[in-house]
């Protein structure tokens, strides 16, 4: 059983969460200056790591918060989360 952390709730059951995609996507400040190519970039061009990668996920059976993990895509392995807003523990000094 893979146990992850939510920052509210605490550690609880995988089952209770869902993957929301990867972390730190900012919206551009000027959408209608974007060209069709850097509008598609922003929306559907994700990076797909082998390794570490940041992502957010949705506690849907518990508090219905989303928060952000560190997670090595090859171990499944969560290293870090952190809610919304914060900073990573890697980039913490
Ligand atoms: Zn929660």
Redesign the pocket.
């Known amino acids: 059983m893979l146990l992850i952390e939510?920052?509210?709730?605490g550690k609880?059951d995988e089952s209770?969460f869902s993957y929301a995609g990867e972390a730190h996507i900012a919206r551009p400040l000027e959408t209608g200056k974007l060209s069709d190519a850097e509008w598609a970039d922003y929306l559907f061009m994700r990076k797909n790591p082998k390794g570490a990668h940041r992502e957010q996920w949705l506690?849907a059976a518990?508090?219905?918060?989303y928060?952000n993990a560190e997670r090595d895509t090859v171990s499944y392995q969560i290293k870090s989360t952190y809610k919304i807003g914060e900073t990573p523990s890697e980039d913490r000094a």
């Open positions: 939510c920052p509210w709730c609880r209770e506690h518990g508090c219905r918060r928060f």
